[in-house]
């Protein structure tokens, strides 16, 4: 997790770009709009919202506007990804892109839009871990359980918010890490997928932190393992993957913020310094420090680079697996 004054460097340091380009924040007009509109294309309620309505807040101050939050779930997220690739380009609309979002091009090649060629990234605010999670009453009760019960000749039945998401994708590549099988379950959306789990319908789910914060305070469940660098002060008791000798496995629920392609540049400066101070403000860090969020502020290069890289990583799960987004 990069440290407040490695994040506050960062900006500064991008925020001082921008302006020697001339795009100062101030100047520029941005969206001539009442409010500026997020579109989240996940059901609401999840890890997104938390996101979307803490930082829109912070940043509507800098803005001079309200952010206005509008889930547009369905299709894998691309109903409101393509909603945002067809809105005017003027800065009056952006979208919360997650991993789903990049897996979507994966598993849906005929989409009516391309992330590279009707987008421009704003910038990449950090992420979440993901922690494996099996119910309070399961028969696992250690992340070597998990093991053996994925390699058993039953294998393992995971849960996932649908087909396509990072809870989908995390718990396949473990399976294949361990050679064992498993059966995926999918359901509309996370919280479905949670009372699977607490009914023992599933054995296996992989929520963020976020999620598993919440959930383990109920007692229902065990959080067996975490894919942070280092163990979460709200959950002590709970390893990391590298503790168990899993260095290598270490998915992300990350967010990046993106606007339709020809988005004036000084409109994209305007919103990458509102929302990057947003994430650097003292509350919100607190706040999402505790829900074991990891600030990690990302340019538009950066944005675009690992957009690609998460794109290849997943892909290969996808293939390596034959998942259809019909599953």
Not at 53 to 64: D, I, N, Q, T, V
Not at 238 to 253: A, D, I, K, Q, Y
Not at 297 to 311: G, H, N, Q, Y
């Amino acid at each position: 997790m990069h440290t407040p004054g490695k994040i506050a460097a960062r900006l500064a340091l991008l925020i001082t770009a921008g302006c020697a380009a001339g795009t100062s924040a101030h100047a520029a007009e941005g969206c001539a709009a009442p409010y500026i509109k997020m579109i989240i294309p996940n059901p609401a309620g999840g890890v997104g919202d938390i996101i979307g309505r803490a930082l829109g807040e912070k940043a509507s101050a800098y803005l001079g506007k309200p952010v206005v939050i509008e889930n547009r779930a369905g299709a894998t997220t691309t109903i409101g990804t393509d909603m945002v690739a067809k809105a005017p380009a003027d800065g009056c609309t952006i979208l919360s892109l997650t991993a789903s979002g990049v897996v979507a091009s994966t598993l849906l090649p005929k989409l009516p839009y391309d992330l590279q060629r009707d987008f421009v990234p704003i910038l990449g605010i950090g992420s979440f871990p993901m922690v494996a999670t099996v119910s309070a009453g399961s028969k696992i009760q250690s992340f070597a359980d998990l093991e053996k019960a994925a390699k058993s000749s039953q294998g393992l039945v995971y849960a996932s918010g649908g087909v396509g998401t990072l809870a989908h994708l995390s718990a396949a590549r473990l399976i294949n890490d361990w050679s064992g099988t498993g059966l995926h379950v999918p359901y509309r959306g996370n919280a479905d997928a949670t009372q699977a789990l607490l009914g023992n319908q599933v054995q296996l789910f992989f929520p963020s932190s976020a999620e598993a914060i919440s959930l383990a305070a109920t007692g229902k469940v065990r959080l067996l393992a975490i894919t942070s660098d280092k163990r979460l002060t709200s959950l002590p008791d709970v390893p990391t993957m590298s503790e168990l000798g899993f260095g290598n496995f270490n998915p992300r629920l990350w967010y990046a913020f993106l606007a339709p392609a020809n988005t004036p540049p000084e409109t994209v400066a305007r919103l990458h310094d509102a929302f990057a101070k947003a994430v650097m403000d003292k509350s919100v860090q607190q706040r999402f420090s505790e829900l074991g969020f990891a600030a990690d502020l990302k340019d538009p290069a950066a944005v675009t680079a690992f957009m690609k890289s998460e794109a290849e990583r997943w892909g290969k799960v996808i293939k390596d697996n034959n998942i259809q987004a019909s599953q």
